[in-house]
């Protein structure tokens, strides 16, 4: 009697091991299931080190800085137009790194070595150049990387060459300019909103938040993160395996890739996510489902 009720005990004290073990085993196929992930679309491979996108209703520009040009694209990865070619005149570039196209009626191409900004029209005829001599005088060094155009129709440059930010209007004229505080040590990308300039910095591994003024307000950690798109509803951040969302109420969601990625730049559009890397360009739905 005694036998058959430790036995008992014995099955019964199992019970709760068994139901670990296997919804342990069912939460690892959960894990496989989803680490599987989403497969990237390309749109258009072998560009020559890809540094700069931009994604409007209808195109896609991407500066290709290995061939001194942007291209135009269409939603399905169609090349429609080149802008540019080795070189200092108008329509050239050297060593362009970011582009912005705001509404489609302009489109800002940061043209470093020759110290100045292109601008184009939506035909990619050029419009003007923003350079030293004409807005901050002929002695100052001027090196623009990331562009970024808000809500308000306001252009915001980074200047590398005095760690500056410069805004300005669509007509180019310029509004204000202020120095980069000290926290960032590494301009990688710009967001900017109607509210807000966010900065990923890939050396210290932080996004930090600066007034459109240039006051300091805060940062997040930015652990891994390659990329990132800001606008008033929320932070796109793109990692080797996963891209993540957080809205303005802190509300969450996480898209697993099936590969490993190497992002320069992101955009989302339409419920689309435009991913650059260095050599392709990829998308995939903003949904998980």
Not at 112 to 120: A, E, G, K, L, S
Request: proline share 2%; charged share 20%.
């Amino acid at each position: 009697m005694n036998i058959e009720h430790r036995t008992l005990n014995d099955e019964v004290g199992l019970l709760p091991v068994i139901i670990r073990v296997c919804c342990s085993f069912l939460f690892s196929i959960l894990i496989i299931t989803n680490a599987s992930g989403q497969a990237l679309q390309t749109l258009y491979s072998g560009l020559d080190n890809a540094t700069g996108l931009y994604v409007t209703q209808n195109s896609v520009y991407v500066v290709e800085q290995g061939k001194d040009r942007v291209l135009k694209l269409d939603h399905s990865g169609k090349l429609v137009d080149t802008i540019g070619g080795k070189g200092g005149g108008n329509y050239q570039f050297s060593k362009p790194v970011d582009v912005d196209a705001t509404n489609g009626l302009k489109i800002f191409v940061t043209d470093y070595n020759n110290r100045r900004v292109q601008v184009f029209d939506r035909r990619g005829q050029y419009l003007s150049s923003i350079s030293a001599n004409d807005a901050f005088g002929a002695n100052r060094p001027y090196n623009p990387t990331q562009v970024a155009v808000n809500g308000l129709g306001e252009v915001f440059f980074v200047d590398e060459a005095e760690n500056y930010i410069r805004r300005f209007d669509l007509d180019s004229n310029l509004l204000d300019e202020f120095r980069i505080p000290s926290e960032v040590k590494s301009v990688g990308e710009m967001n900017v909103t109607s509210r807000e300039i966010l900065i990923l910095d890939k050396q210290s591994e932080t996004i930090h938040r600066l007034s459109l003024n240039g006051n300091y307000e805060g940062f997040f950690t930015a652990n891994g993160v390659q990329a990132l798109f800001a606008y008033e509803g929320g932070i796109w951040r793109a990692f080797s395996d996963r891209v993540e969302f957080e809205s303005r109420s802190r509300q969450t969601k996480t898209i697993n890739l099936s590969t490993d990625l190497k992002a320069t730049d992101m955009q989302v559009v339409d419920e689309m996510i435009f991913i650059l890397s260095s050599g392709d360009l990829y998308k995939i739905p903003s949904s998980n489902q």
